[in-house]
């Protein structure tokens, strides 16, 4: 915790700390706060002075909390606190600078139910701050996002219908293991009944979400993260092949998770996956890596990579 905090604001996040973690030790608080436990129990003593009940238990057992029925204010930040609130609406969702905007509106109403002192300088910053949108993003509908989100936690099994960029449309029975947002863009990783596989699926392309009556369990093991990387590049419509002469730990850094797996080949690599768009793979991903490759397969990516050439070269052939 910053030290040059003022006494009102270490009350407050004594305050917190009791809302968050009731039975709170004056060992604990005193951690929390970055202060003595002589200091942690003179905080507590502000908040009583307050008018906030705060009772004590001694013995092992024992600690702080608050009294029953103890009704608060709904929110209380610090400026930094408030700040940095801000500036992360305004990294994830740039638009928000607009008060019609629907983020936009409820960072409206959080910057006016604060405190004049507090709320003065994140009105400021969220006035005059620019924000450039991320043209990779994608925002999805926030009902299909809680509705994911609550079956993910529910561990209920979710009938989707998806829409693939290519246009074409399906529905899916999946166990929705956890959303995730990666580089602007939200997935829905999950475990596919339909391909009896692990699949992910951007959630701005999830045009309807039906719950049905059966449970799952997820493994219990899962790094949501990490399961997401590592099946970003399956599962999609055109199989892909490539082979670089370089060896793997050299074209390793150039290699993105969507792309698919890299492994070892003799002197090489081979990197192999699957794509639902062969041009964008040709000229985002396979043009930026610098080295030499065949693509082995499949006809899709194989026509798009020729297709590229046939441009490169026609930038820098003679004229006659």
Known sequence: MPADLSPTARALRTLETLQARPGVTAGELAANLGVTERAARRYVGI????????????????????????????????????????????????????????????LSKVIRALPESVGRQAAALREHASAAPD?????????????????????????????????DEWEADVDPWAVVVRHGRWYLLCHSHRADAIRTYRVD????????????????????VAALEENLGTGWKFPTRVVFDAPASE???????????????????VLTGSTSNPAMYA????????????????????????????????????RP
Request: glycine share 10%.
């Open 283 to 318: 000229q985002e991903w396979l043009a930026c890596v610098p080295f030499a490759f065949r693509v082995e397969g499949g006809p899709e990516l194989r026509a798009a990579v020729a297709t590229l050439a046939s441009r490169f070269a026609a930038a820098v052939a003679d």
């Open 135 to 167: 043209p990779q993003s994608a925002r999805p509908d926030p009902a299909t996002t809680g509705a994911l989100v609550a079956a993910a936690a529910g561990r209920r099994r979710l009938v989707i219908t998806y829409r693939s960029e290519s246009g």
């Open 47 to 106: 908040l009583r002075e307050a008018g906030i009940p705060v009772e004590s238990a001694r013995g092992p057992y024992g600690g702080y909390r608050l009294g029953r029925g103890t009704r608060l204010p709904p929110v209380a930040f610090t400026q930094p606190e408030a700040l940095g609130l801000v500036m992360a609406v305004l990294d994830g969702q740039p638009a928000a600078t607009d008060v019609d905007d629907l983020v936009g509106a409820a």
């Open 205 to 224: 392309r999830i045009h309807a979400v039906r719950q049905t009556a059966y449970t799952f369990e997820p493994p219990g093991d899962l790094d949501p």
């Open 251 to 269: 074209v390793a850094p150039w290699i993105r998770p969507p792309m698919g797996r890299l492994e070892p080949s003799g002197d090489g690599c």
